[in-house]
């Protein structure tokens, strides 16, 4: 229990990082409700994410307040602030995608990639969690970090891939070809966010060092 | 962990009666190393053509890609996988058969291609995971 022992965790800084663990869970739950909402193309349960975001929001404010109550030394907050900040803004995204998602069709050219996207992006954010769960630990999260990398190349590789194919597709308008441009654009741009964040975690193990 | 996690969904492809030249172009171009060569009928019919065998067969012995078909020089019938092997299995059986990469199937459809690279891939993404179930 490297981050506890050395925090000496009070009863306050138990709560954040349980609330940390909790936001975490509550993204891959989201990213997993996302994908099968996309492959079953059930618009009911993609209305449910918008709950999960507003879920997200009010566990972001508790960790951020519980912060500033005081809860760690002074010169680790704004770095765990800025990370919580960083996994919100993952919710964010997840919340504008299904809104575009909603708002446009997804071609049939281009659904199976996006499926493999939304599959990609699960497994990224269980990553997540275990880097998340091994910082906590004190263990070495290089090894868990490179496999969150693995991910993000293997979407990377996939978003070239699609906005080739969809430069291929007619659009009957402006609205439409929009839509479509920012549903994938935000497809796949979470695991770039959640890179970042798996970032902010190394450089939060090392400040501890 | 599944193939399907690790594999490549987009299988660059030619025809089996183009030539090899037009094979050549389109490695070249976009820098890969092989082809699946489609034949007509069904996929578990399709071969493969790699970058090793248009060097081996055809340039180092100074023949002119363009007279020589695809289907002269690619192996057949692609090495297939399911879509739910586990990544050590298709490790395996690349090895027994010394081959650099298996094709994924969903029934006898091709799905995706797995590489030594993702092979790799999956070794660290494994470790990584630890006692993790995913």
């Not at chain 1, 800025?82 to 050219?109: M, S």
């Not at chain 2, 009666?17 to 172009?25: F, I, K, L, P």
């Not at chain 2, 180092?60 to 299995?89: Q, T, Y």
Request: charged share 30%; aromatic share 6%; with cysteine.
């Amino acid at each position: 229990m490297f981050l506890e022992k050395i925090l000496s965790l009070s009863k306050k800084e138990q709560e954040v990082t349980g609330n940390m663990r909790k936001h975490i869970k509550l993204l891959c739950s989201t990213c997993d409700l996302f994908k099968t909402a996309l492959e079953k193309d059930d618009r009911n349960l993609m209305r449910n994410l918008i709950d999960l975001e507003r879920e997200s929001d009010s566990i972001r404010r508790e960790i951020i307040s519980k912060i500033y109550e005081g809860a760690f030394l002074p010169y680790l907050r704004p770095d765990l602030c800025r990370f919580v900040e960083i996994v919100d803004h993952v919710f964010d995204i997840l919340g504008d995608t299904a809104n575009y998602y909603l708002d446009g069709k997804i071609p049939e050219q281009i659904k199976g990639e996006c499926f493999r996207v939304a599959y990609l992006n699960l497994k990224i954010c269980e990553m997540f969690l275990i880097t998340f769960e091994a910082l906590l630990k004190g263990d070495d999260l290089r090894e868990k970090t490179l496999a969150i990398r693995i991910y993000e190349k293997k979407i990377d590789d996939i978003k070239f891939s699609l906005i080739k194919d969809i430069r291929k597709i007619p659009i009957s308008n402006f609205w439409e070809g929009k839509i479509l441009s920012d549903f994938i654009s935000g497809l796949t741009t979470i695991s770039d966010i959640i890179e970042d964040a798996s970032d902010y975690l190394q450089i939060i193990n090392v400040s501890m060092k | 962990m599944k193939v399907q996690e690790l594999m490549k969904t987009k299988i660059a492809s030619v025809d089996a009666d183009r030539s090899v030249y037009d094979a050549v172009e389109k490695m070249v171009d976009r820098r890969i190393r092989s082809l699946l060569v489609r034949f007509p009928g069904k996929d578990l019919n399709h071969g493969i053509i790699t970058a090793r065998d248009i060097v081996f067969k055809v340039l180092a012995k100074r023949l002119n890609p363009r007279d020589i078909k695809v289907s002269e020089i690619a192996a057949k019938p692609v090495v297939c996988f399911d879509k739910n092997a586990d990544i050590a299995e298709a490790a395996a059986l690349m090895e027994k058969k010394k081959i650099a990469r298996v094709f994924v199937c969903e029934g006898e459809k091709i799905i995706g291609v797995i590489s030594l690279i993702d092979i790799m891939a999956g070794a660290l993404i494994t470790r990584a995971r630890g006692n993790h179930v995913s």
